[in-house]
C-alpha cells in the first residue's frame, strides 16, 4: 500500500505519507496533510514515471481538494442527519452553538483536537455540566462522521483528533418527594398552570423522557397503554398507565395543553425558586424519570421490568435506583436479622 497514516509515539497524526518505488532505482517520498491530498500526489507520480518524468514534475500540479465548512455541511445534513430521532431538535441547536465557537467557515478538514478543547473549554465556562458537555461533543461527532461517510472531509473521521470527553463522576440521584410534589401541584394549579403540572405528573408516573412525552400523538395512545416508537435509544416501548394519568396525557394532546419547551424551562425555574431550590442544580424536569424509577424500586418491582418499563439500555442504569434510599439498607438488616432469628 503506498499510502500510510502517520503516526507519532504511536498516536495518529491526521497526516498521510505516501511511499512509492519502481524497480529499484526510483523511489519517493512526501507527506501530505489530507487523504485527498495524498492520493492526488500518488497518482500524479505514477503518471508522471509512466511518461519517464521525474516525480518532481508531477507535485508541482496536484490538484486542490474543495473546502466544505461547517456551515455548507450543516445545510446539506439538515433535515438528513438525526432525521426523526427524539434528539433531532437538540442535537441541531447544539451544533449551532458549537458552530458560532468553532466559526461557521471553518472547513472540517481543518478541525483538529485544538478546536474540540475550545468547544469543551468554552461550554463549561457557560456553567454546563460535564454530561451535558459530552452530549455536545457527541452530536459534534456524528456530524463529523456523517459528513465523512459522504465524503465533505477529505481525511477518515477523527484522524488525528482526540475528543476531550468530560469524565462521569457519579452524583446523586434526585427524586421528588411526596411533599414536593404537593408543593410542586399547590404552585402550578394556582398560577392556573394546569398544563404543567398534568406534564410533570405524567412524567413521575410514566417515567417518559421530557421529548418523549412533549412529542407524543393521540395515535400512541392505546387504552391505558403508551406506545413509544421513537425514543432515546431508537428502541422502541410500551409504558402502562393508570387511567387518570392517560386522561392527563390524552387531554394535553387534545386540548392542546401542552406546554412548550420554553414554557416548561420558565415555569419550572419560576417554581424551583417557590420552593426554594433554586440553587439545586439537579432539581430539573429529567428528576421526574428518577421519581418513577425509585417509586418502582420502593414498591419491590423487579429491576428487570423497570429496565425495560424505563427502556434502558444497559442493566447498570437501572441498577442505580436500586441503592438511592437508606432506609432500603435498613430494611434489609432487619429483614436479615428477622432471619436469623427464626433460624434459631
Known sequence: MPIYAEKKAGVLTGRFRVELQQGRGLRYRKRHDTLLQAQN??????????????????????????????????????????????QEDTAWAHMREMGL?????????????????????ELSKRGLQDSSVNRYLSH??????????????????????????????PGRIRWV????????????????QEGMWKLI???????????????????????????????????????PMAPETTEMLRSLIVDGSMPSKRGLRSWWDRMALRMGLEGDEDFVFHICRHTCATR?????????????????????????????????????????????????
Open 41 to 86: 500526489d500518488e497518482k500524479a507520480v505514477k503518471a508522471a514515471w509512466g511518461r519517464g518524468e521525474g516525480a518532481d514534475s508531477a507535485v508541482l500540479v496536484l490538484p486542490v481538494a474543495p473546502t466544505h465548512s461547517i456551515a455548507s455541511v450543516t445545510k446539506t445534513a439538515s433535515g438528513a442527519l438525526w432525521r426523526g430521532q427524539v
Open 101 to 121: 465557537i468553532l466559526g461557521n467557515a471553518v472547513g472540517l478538514d481543518t478541525i483538529k483536537t485544538v478546536d474540540i478543547d475550545k468547544v469543551a473549554d
Open 140 to 169: 459534534l461527532r456524528s456530524f463529523l462522521e456523517w459528513a465523512t461517510d459522504r465524503e465533505y472531509m477529505s481525511r477518515p473521521a477523527f484522524m488525528g483528533i482526540k475528543f476531550s470527553w468530560r469524565a462521569k463522576v
Open 177 to 192: 418527594t411526596q411533599k414536593e410534589e404537593r408543593e410542586m401541584k399547590a404552585y402550578l394549579l394556582g398560577k392556573g
Open 201 to 239: 405528573k405524567v412524567a413521575i408516573e410514566t417515567g417518559c423522557r421530557r421529548g418523549e412525552l412533549m412529542t407524543v400523538k393521540i395515535d400512541q395512545i392505546n387504552g391505558d397503554r403508551l406506545h413509544l416508537w421513537k425514543t432515546k435509544t431508537n428502541a422502541p416501548r410500551t409504558v
Open 296 to 344: 418502582l424500586v420502593d414498591a419491590g418491582v423487579d429491576i428487570l421490568v423497570i429496565k425495560e418499563w424505563l427502556g434502558h439500555a444497559r442493566l447498570e442504569t437501572t441498577q442505580r435506583y436500586a441503592h438511592v434510599k437508606p432506609k432500603n439498607l435498613q430494611a434489609a438488616l432487619a429483614k436479615r436479622g428477622k432471619y436469623l432469628a427464626d433460624d434459631d
